[in-house]
């Protein structure tokens, strides 16, 4: 596990965007016992572990089924496979995202269609999602970014009149919630990712899909495992997608620490409300209906570079999440929707900024960097 940072030349004084070291030593013992069980028992892929930790999650998510997989890529792969779709099919998907919301349609030989999200959540926009679909679309997939649900509500009323699918993209936010329901309860199925910066990461790469459909379940397991059932039988094509038994082993024992380490992250976003108010600068929203879990915390500022340049010199990290929408990367500029305008995605790409938000930062820790924000800010 590693610390997360850029290279400052301030003095003594760090703050880094992340430090797992911090989280590790307050699970050391449960961790280490956890690793050498998997070893001394020998069962290294799946496992006993895995489907325990599929059995917990989806508990915890308030779903019948966890279906553990590679990465969190690959759940939003399997998930669309799962639902068939592919050559000649549309998924509408957000502009403003981490990469793989939208690789994973191409990935299935189907086309993303890019769609404008909404400039306080920065998830996707339901009035923006309705003019997106055509006779072609066949999935939806609703991105939770940065630890706060979309408006689940709207983008399932579009998506029910059509009876279209919605696939929750939750890699950024399990146990965020909308009006009470986890991220994992509102659509067909919903992706997880255990990337080891989200706020229920592994030491490694790791994923999984959740749902309430047996059949769906069970398509899945199949899927991520050669398309095997039996064993060396293959009755369609699937992939090598299995989560390690380490890593789930370790995901085990955070688990029951996940609400607690939200709460931390949320007190420290309330402190940097605190500290800024008033100040020049966007600090996320979190609407009324939402439980928002801070996988981030993202500022805004028309001085984006700057206010990074600053921060890096007063020994603080960070990072932009993301330099640039989705349909402007190259490898999608055959995708006809790339050549539209997606103005509040393209803002938010040139002016939000990530700051420390981890659970074991202290209060002096964000005050420090609220305190920075707020000094750049009134220039």
């Not at 749902?211 to 899945?220: I, N």
Request: proline share 6%; hydrophobic share 40%; net charge negative.
């Amino acid at each position: 596990m590693t610390s997360i940072s850029i290279t400052t030349t301030a003095g003594s004084r760090k703050v880094p965007l992340l430090d797992l070291t911090k989280q590790f030593a307050s699970i050391r013992e449960q961790a280490l016992a956890a690793v050498a069980g998997v070893l001394e028992s020998g069962r290294y892929i799946l496992g006993p572990e895995v489907s325990a930790l599929e059995e917990e999650v989806a508990a915890y998510c308030g779903v019948e089924h966890g279906i553990g997989c590679a990465s969190g890529t690959d759940a939003l792969i399997l998930a669309l496979r799962a639902l068939d779709v592919g050559p000649g099919d549309e998924v509408v998907t957000p502009a403003y995202s981490f990469f793989a919301s939208a690789s994973c349609v191409s990935l299935v030989g189907a086309t993303p269609v890019f769609c404008d999200v909404e400039p306080d959540t920065y998830n996707l926009d339901p009035a923006a999602l309705e003019r997106a679909i055509t006779p072609r679309t066949r999935a939806i997939i609703a991105v939770h970014l940065y630890g706060q649900c979309a408006d689940m509500p709207g983008i399932l009323e579009v998506a029910a009149s059509r009876k279209i699918p919605v696939i929750e993209d939750a890699a950024q936010s399990i146990g965020a919630a909308w009006q009470g329901k986890r991220a994992g309860q509102w659509g067909i199925m919903t992706c997880f990712s255990f990337f080891p910066s989200k706020n229920f990461g592994c030491a490694g790469d790791g994923g999984m899909v959740v749902t309430g459909d047996e059949a769906l379940k069970k398509r899945l397991m199949r899927l991520r495992g050669h398309g095997a059932e039996p064993k060396y039988h293959h009755g369609e094509m699937g992939m090598n997608s299995r989560l390690d038994a380490v890593q789930a082993a370790l995901l085990r024992v955070k688990l029951p620490h996940l609400d607690g380490w939200a709460q931390a992250r949320r007190r420290n976003a309330d402190t940097y409300r605190d500290r800024l108010a008033g100040a020049e600068v966007g600090l996320p929203v979190a609407r009324p209906e939402s439980f928002h879990i801070y996988n981030q915390f993202i500022v805004q500022s028309d001085r984006r570079d700057g206010l990074r340049a600053a921060l890096a010199d007063a020994g603080v990290g960070t990072e932009i999440y993301y330099p640039g929408t989705l349909p402007s990367q190259p490898c999608f500029a055959d995708v006809p929707s790339a050549s539209a305008g997606y103005p509040v995605a393209e803002r938010a790409a040139r002016e939000t900024l990530a700051v420390p938000i981890f659970p074991e930062l202290t209060v002096d820790d964000v005050t420090y960097v609220a305190d920075r924000i707020r000094e750049f800010s009134s220039r």
